[in-house]
Each structure stands twice: as C-alpha cells, then as structure tokens.
C-alpha cells in the first residue's frame, strides 16, 4: 500500500536521481579558475607517524625565484587544512622545491617533502605541463592543491581532476 509518507520519498529519491544524474545538484565551485585541468601525482608514505607541529624550508632554487612567498603562502595553507600547527622550531621539516623547465611546453614541478631528523616521513610531486604564455603564478595553487590531496598516500595519479576536488584549490588559496 502506497502511504503519503512513501510516496513523497519516492518523489524525493526520483527528484535527487534526476538532478544529479544531470549535474543540476549544487555542488562546491573552486575560488579561483586554473589555467590547467588536472595534475599528475606521485605520492609516498614512508612512516605514517609524524609530529604535527613543523616548519618550511624552501630548497635553495626555490629562494632564488620569485615565487617563494607564494609558494610557501600555499604549503601553509595546505598543512593548516590537515590540521598541522607550524612553529618556529618545529618537529617535522617540510622541504619544498619548484622546477619550471622550458622546452616546447612549460613543465612545472612542485615537491612537497616531509622529515623529522634524518627519518623521511613521506613525500608528494605534483606535475602538469602549460603553455608559455600561462603566469606561472596561476599553475601554483593547482600544483599544491594536486599535493595537498595525496599527503598521506602512496599511489601515483596520471591525471587528477582539479575541478572533481575543489575543495584543495579552496584550501590552498583560502
């Protein structure tokens, strides 16, 4: 028998399969549009015991850029949205490092690396290639929102949608 109770589930179940199924159901929109789609991955977990208080230290190349501010404004907001507290003599030494090399693409590299003494805790490189003309600039927050969701893995991703996860991008240029 068909209750009024029934029936409006029903109706509610059929309006949810509709909606989604025709990407009509509102879903979160990243704060910022990427010039690139999506970022290749490669993450390592070598102890998946850490201390959650650190401190960023930018390899040397990265100092000598233009880009350090921005890049570890980035890292920052990306180890507060996994709940680390940064300290001045913090426990675990978060290295990070970006290549930018120049052929017929642009092909970016940002590495995000973990370590407490001489123990490497893990480890995450995010990748894309873009046109020259794109401001390196715009390709960061995807590079380390690309990390942010794999810190803590081990897997390798060839193709990471950004727009599938905004709430990285969100994170990162919060």
């Not at 209750?3 to 990407?23: E, M, P, Q, R, Y």
Request: with cysteine; hydrophobic share 45%.
């Amino acid at each position: 028998m068909l209750t009024k109770s029934s029936l409006n589930s029903a109706v509610v179940l059929f309006a949810l399969l509709f909606f989604s199924s025709h990407g009509l159901v509102a879903v979160e929109q990243a704060k910022v549009k990427l010039p690139v789609k999506s970022v290749t991955v490669d993450a390592r977990m070598i102890d998946a015991e850490y201390s959650t208080d650190y401190t960023i230290i930018a390899e040397e190349e990265l100092k000598k850029s233009g880009y350090l501010e921005l890049l570890t404004g980035y890292t920052r907001n990306a180890m507060e949205y996994l709940k680390l507290k940064e300290e001045k003599k913090g426990k675990l030494k978060i290295y990070i490092s970006l290549q930018i090399t120049r052929t017929n693409k642009m092909r970016l590299e940002y590495v995000v690396r973990a370590f407490e003494g001489e123990k490497e805790k893990w480890r995450v490189s995010s990748s894309c290639f873009a046109r020259h003309s794109v401001d390196v600039r715009e390709i960061l927050p995807a590079l380390v929102a690309g990390a942010l969701a794999h810190i803590g893995q081990d897997k390798q991703v060839k193709a990471f949608r950004l727009d599938k996860f905004p709430q990285y991008v969100n994170a990162v240029v919060k």
